[in-house]
């Protein structure tokens, strides 16, 4: 079984920046697409980005794109979102997931694993 912990997320204000982490274990999953998800209250849960094995290939929801980065280290078993120039509307928990294949997803019924979420909150 896989477990994933989230960490980074906390208060900053509009502009700011934060860096999430997520750690993996239970068993290396350098091959599967990482990710991140988020939810905001009275929202539903959506896609925010994805990244492959290698690191080698990105995608991006487009109301992050060109402010958010995903990054990974296999080697630690952990993957980065960079959040640059935040906004209020950025406000959300922010889940992180990992899917057991090579091919990445917007929908959140295709990833295997969920961490408990962590929570990011953007004063304007």
């Known amino acids: 079984q896989v477990q994933l912990v989230e960490s980074g997320g906390g208060l900053v204000q509009a502009g700011g920046s934060l860096r999430l982490s997520c750690a993996a274990s239970?068993?290396?999953?350098?091959?599967?697409?990482r990710g991140w998800f988020r939810q905001a209250p009275g929202k539903e849960r959506e896609f925010v980005a994805a990244?492959?094995?290698?690191?080698?290939?990105?995608y991006y929801a487009d109301s992050v794109k060109g402010r958010f980065t995903i990054s990974r280290d296999n080697a630690k078993n952990t993957v980065y979102l960079q959040m640059n120039s935040l906004k209020p509307e950025d406000t959300a928990v922010y889940y992180c997931?990992?899917?057991?294949?090579?091919?990445?997803?917007?929908?959140?019924?295709?990833?295997?694993?969920w961490g408990q979420g962590t929570q990011v909150t953007v004063s304007s």
């Open positions: 997931v990992a899917r057991s294949s090579s091919y990445y997803s917007t929908q959140s019924r295709h990833y295997n694993y």
């Open positions: 239970g068993r290396t999953i350098s091959n599967y697409v």
């Open positions: 990244i492959n094995w290698s690191g080698g290939t990105t």
